[in-house]
Nanobody, 125 residues
Framework: QLQFVESGGGWVQVGESLTLSCAAP????????IAWFRRAPGKERKEEVS?????????EHADFVEGRFTISRDNAKKTVYLQMNDLKPEDTGVYYC?????????????????WGQGTQVTVSS
């Protein structure tokens, strides 16, 4: 079973960048699409940020990303990255990895699971 470990979060100022990592070294994940979700302060639900499909590696992003983020995966290292540029205060939150087996990124958010502990991103103005 997948067990993600997220890292790379931190405190940055508006306009700066961060790269998040999501690793699952003990797991076979070739048939999983993997997405980054986030939970904003005071919110209960996670929202999907970016996703990368298994197979062809196609990607999807939420509208609010507006071209600022890039998601990539290294299957040999069993790691997914989220490069975040031009960060805004509204990007603040806890970022989690989730996965869905055998489905592309078009799968609904509720089908994603296998959550890690998350990594905190704080963007200060």
């Amino acid at each position: 079973q997948l067990q993600f470990v997220e890292s790379g979060g931190g405190w940055v100022q508006v306009g700066e960048s961060l790269t998040l990592s999501c690793a699952a070294p003990e797991t076979t994940w070739d048939l999983h699409s993997i997405a980054w979700f986030r939970r904003a302060p005071g919110k209960e639900r996670k929202e999907e940020v970016s996703c990368i499909s298994y197979g062809d590696g196609s990607t999807e992003h939420a509208d609010f990303v507006e071209g600022r983020f890039t998601i990539s995966r290294d299957n040999a290292k069993k790691t997914v990255y989220l490069q975040m540029n031009d960060l805004k205060p509204e990007d603040t939150g806890v970022y989690y990895c989730g996965a869905v087996w055998g489905r592309y990124c078009s799968a609904p958010a509720y089908e994603f699971g296998f959550w890690g502990q998350g990594t905190q991103v704080t963007v200060s103005s």
